[in-house]
């Protein structure tokens, strides 16, 4: 599975979009991008997934660019309970397990 | 959502006992699950991946009579840690997924074990 690139750590202000971005340079064709956050000492929530095309549901928007090596997701309101540690993975191909890498600690500011 | 029902949340015991945790999907048929664990300050470890009615498969390093793991049906799978001891303590998280290949891992909440 390919591996993935973010950020340590962002900051947000509360009520602005937290824009979180992932590098995925070796993604395959058959591989999806996954969002998850991590809230703590709680289990990973899923947020998003796509494939090529971008995806709003009712978390987040996920924007992934047309050649595929790099995403961004999309928090368009952010809250204090988004602070959380937010992991791209990429999933698919033979194993298509999900290995987490370090992620983004966001960490939103009243 | 889907939902992942993880028991026990938190469970404190002695060195030398076993310890079964369950992890239980409420509203979907997993045919896959997973079990993690993360130690503070670290990003999740996936431990093994189990298929309903088969054997588990272990990542390097995972001992598989240690951690013994069961999937006896689409909606429960337990992972029993035998004998442990204090450096077994850890953050254990289970998560299961559907039939379609591409649908997303939804997870529990974790149970939190510590090894006196």
């Known amino acids: 599975d390919a591996k993935t690139t973010q950020p340590p750590s962002m900051d947000c202000a509360e009520g602005r979009a937290a824009n979180l971005p992932c590098n995925h340079s070796?993604?395959?064709?058959?591989?999806?991008v996954y969002w998850y956050r991590q809230i703590h000492s709680q289990g990973p929530q899923y947020i998003i997934h796509?494939?090529?095309n971008n995806e709003t549901n009712e978390m987040a928007s996920l924007i992934i660019t047309e050649d595929r090596k790099s995403s961004t997701l999309i928090l368009p309101h952010a809250t204090l309970r988004d602070t959380a540690v937010y992991y791209c993975?990429?999933?698919?191909?033979?194993?298509?397990?999900?290995?987490f890498g370090t992620g983004t600690l966001l960490a939103v500011q009243p | 959502g889907a939902v992942v029902s993880q028991h026990p949340s938190r469970v404190i015991c002695k060195s030398g006992t076993s310890v079964k945790i369950e992890c239980r999907s409420l509203d979907f048929q997993a045919t896959t699950m997973f079990w993690y664990r993360q130690f503070p300050k670290q990003s999740l470890m996936l431990m093994a991946t189990s298929n309903e009615g088969s054997k588990a498969t272990y990542e390097q390093g995972v001992e598989k009579d240690k951690f013994l793991i069961n999937h006896a049906s689409l909606t429960l799978s337990t992972l029993t840690v035998t004998s442990a001891h204090p450096e077994d303590s850890s953050f254990y998280i289970c998560?299961?997924?559907?039939?379609?290949?591409?649908?997303?891992?939804?997870f529990g909440d974790g149970t939190r074990l510590s090894i006196l």
């Open positions: 070796t993604i395959s064709g058959n591989e999806y």
């Open positions: 796509g494939l090529k």
């Open positions: 993975i990429v999933r698919g191909g033979a194993t298509n397990k999900l290995i």
């Open positions: 998560s299961a997924r559907g039939t379609a290949i591409n649908q997303p891992q939804h």
